[in-house]
C-alpha cells in the first residue's frame, strides 16, 4: 500500500482512500467529491517523496494552508471523473477474489460429479 497523509488533519496513514484513524475523513465514502480524492491522491507517496508529504502533513497539523499543483489536481479529478484511474470502492478486492476462487471450485466440482455419474450409467 502507498504511504498517505489525511488531507483534514495531516495524520499519516496507509492509503489515499483509506479512511484517516486521526480525524474519521473517508475519501472513499463520498464517491462523487473527486476533488476530494483527487487531493487525497496528490498527498501520497506516489506523487511527492516522503519528506514532502511528512512536511505537508506537519503543515496541515498546524491548520497551515496547503497549495495543490493545480493542473495536476485538475487532470486527477478529470481522470476520476471519467474512470481512468482504478474505481474507488468500499469493498475489499480479496473478498472478490476469494468468493469468485469459491464458486469456480464448485463449479469445477459440479462438473466432475457430473461427468462421474454418467460414467457409472444408470
Not at 15 to 37: I, K, M, S, V
Not at 65 to 93: C, F, H, M, N, W
Amino acid at each position: 500500500m502507498t504511504l498517505a497523509v489525511c488531507v483534514r488533519c495531516g495524520n499519516s496513514k496507509v492509503g489515499a482512500f483509506t479512511p484517516c484513524t486521526g480525524c474519521g475523513l473517508d475519501p472513499a465514502a463520498h464517491g462523487t467529491e473527486r476533488e476530494l480524492q483527487a487531493r487525497s491522491l496528490l498527498l501520497t507517496e506516489r506523487y511527492l517523496p516522503g519528506g514532502e508529504l511528512e512536511a505537508i502533513g506537519r503543515k496541515i497539523r498546524k491548520g497551515e494552508p496547503v497549495s495543490y499543483d493545480a493542473g495536476l489536481l485538475a487532470q486527477i479529478t478529470e481522470d476520476l471523473r471519467t474512470q481512468k484511474l482504478p474505481i474507488v470502492s468500499k469493498s475489499s478486492p480479496g473478498c472478490s477474489v476469494a468468493l469468485w476462487a469459491v464458486v469456480g471450485v464448485l463449479l469445477v466440482l459440479a462438473v466432475g460429479f457430473l461427468l462421474m455419474s454418467r460414467l457409472r450409467g444408470p
